[in-house]
């Protein structure tokens, strides 16, 4: 007689890119360099001579003292609020130097310089930057289109483009703006990472891994480059270098949870239980409060056959989450495995208004037909499942079980034979 078997799912929607869209440094830390900043302030169209303090935050800047220039420039800002060109290089230096806190204030000092040099393409870059970044992309369009209408061979222009026509999700046309500035600029490790997340947009990722292979290459410090290629060679089923490429990047931000979801994820996949769970554990510890890291958590722990903790996990989980589909299906599955038929059937059908597509939560909620004896509704179910992920052979040898259970022993036997096929 043939058996039905159920599906657990781990919790894979951790499993994403870390675009980075303007590749600007966190809030306090230093990752332009002073002088390249100062040489993108020089190209401005200034028409002032800028006063003595403006040096004095110039030097502070390449001397690597970021917070002491901005400060400088903030206060020579308040002492001239007439002087637009001081007011750009302050929006500048917080675009370039600040977190996502100070996007803002930096449009707010960008944006009067657009308009009283509007032809001046730099200008019109910085300030198409600032609206990427501030949840404008739309608008940053207008100013990049406007930019190389004045200068067309702009290389920044390009890259600018690029990147905001990604934050629009057009990743086709984003792609020939990257690979137009690529073709000056072969060696830059930005615009290789930004073609990975352009092909891998577009579904091209093995691709996407070579072009991230060369970014990380060229850019061997940087945590979400190799967190990139890692995802990328994942999803091409190259588990061991995924994971060399993703533990790299853990070395690099150790304090990234969603890293370490990830390397969790690759581990659990690798059939390294328990380092998953150390790897989920870790990740737990950064964001207690984060239902998708408890919830994979859960998964490993399941894994792991520890049944009470999993159990536990999921609770939580599911008390910050209550209408997370992946969540609802591990848990009916453990309440399935304890026999309580009736009170997981419950969990997959709530998981299944919310993603009646799940081919996990299908087959569970199958399975729980089955158990109950509720064979026709199982058949069903499974058939739905099956239309999901038609090369599933599990879900084909479950249906021949409910055909074998419903007396139909013919249907049984060509099912069976269609799953050895499969």
């Keep these: 007689m043939g058996s039905v078997r159920v599906k657990y799912r781990g919790q894979q929607a951790h499993f994403r890119e870390e675009t980075a869209m303007t590749g600007a440094a966190t809030s306090g830390s230093a990752r332009v360099s002073g002088i390249g900043l100062l040489t993108d302030l020089a190209a401005f169209p200034w028409h002032e001579r800028p006063p003595f303090g403006w040096w004095a935050a110039a030097l502070a800047l390449i001397a690597g003292r970021v917070a002491q220039a901005v400060d400088r420039c903030r206060a020579l800002v308040t002492a001239h609020p007439e002087r637009l060109d001081l007011r750009a290089r302050l929006g500048v230096m917080l675009l370039q130097t600040g977190g996502d806190s100070v996007v803002q204030e930096a449009v707010d000092h960008l944006a009067p310089a657009v308009k009283r ?14 609206l990427v970044r501030s949840g404008m992309p739309e608008a940053a369009i207008a100013h990049l289109d406007a930019g190389l209408r004045v200068n067309p061979g702009l290389p920044d222009l390009w890259v600018t483009k690029g990147r905001t026509l990604l934050a629009l999700g ?8 990257i690979d137009g500035a690529l073709a000056g ?12 997340l352009c092909l891998n947009e577009l579904g091209r990722l093995q691709e996407a891994a070579d072009a991230y292979r060369r970014a990380a290459r060229l850019l061997r410090t940087d945590g979400a480059v190799w967190a990139n290629l890692g995802l990328a060679l994942q999803k091409t089923g190259q588990t061991a270098e995924a994971l060399r490429a993703l533990l790299r990047a853990v070395r690099l931000r150790p304090s990234d949870p969603t890293l370490l979801n990830n390397v969790g ?4 996949r690798a059939g390294r239980t328990r380092e998953a769970i150390e790897s989920y554990r870790q990740a737990s510890a950064l964001e207690p409060d984060s239902p998708l890291t408890l919830g994979n958590l859960a998964a490993a722990l399941f894994e792991g056959g520890m049944m009470a903790e999993a159990t536990a996990l999921l609770d ?3 008390q910050k989450a209550p209408g997370d589909p992946t969540l609802l299906n591990n848990k009916g599955h453990l309440l399935l495995k304890a026999g309580q038929y ?13 993603a009646p597509d799940d081919p996990a939560a299908l087959a569970n909620q199958a399975a729980c037909y089955f158990a109950l004896g509720r064979y026709e509704q199982a058949l069903n179910a499974y ?22 259970r419903l007396g139909r022993a013919e249907e049984a036997l060509q099912t069976y034979n269609q799953a050895l096929g499969a």
């Design 265 to 268: 994820y690759t581990l659990l």
């Design 316 to 318: 939580a989980a599911l």
């Design 342 to 354: 009736r009170e997981a059937l419950a969990c997959f059908e709530e998981a299944l208004k919310r």
């Design 117 to 130: 040099d509007p032809d001046h393409p730099h200008l019109r870059r910085w300030l198409a930057e600032a």
């Design 170 to 177: 057009r990743p086709e046309e984003a792609l020939v703006f």
């Design 185 to 196: 600029r072969p060696r830059s490790g930005t615009l290789w990472n930004l073609r990975g």
């Design 383 to 404: 058939r739905l499942a099956v239309a999901t992920e038609p090369h599933n052979k599990q879900y084909l040898w479950s249906i021949g079980a409910c055909l074998e």
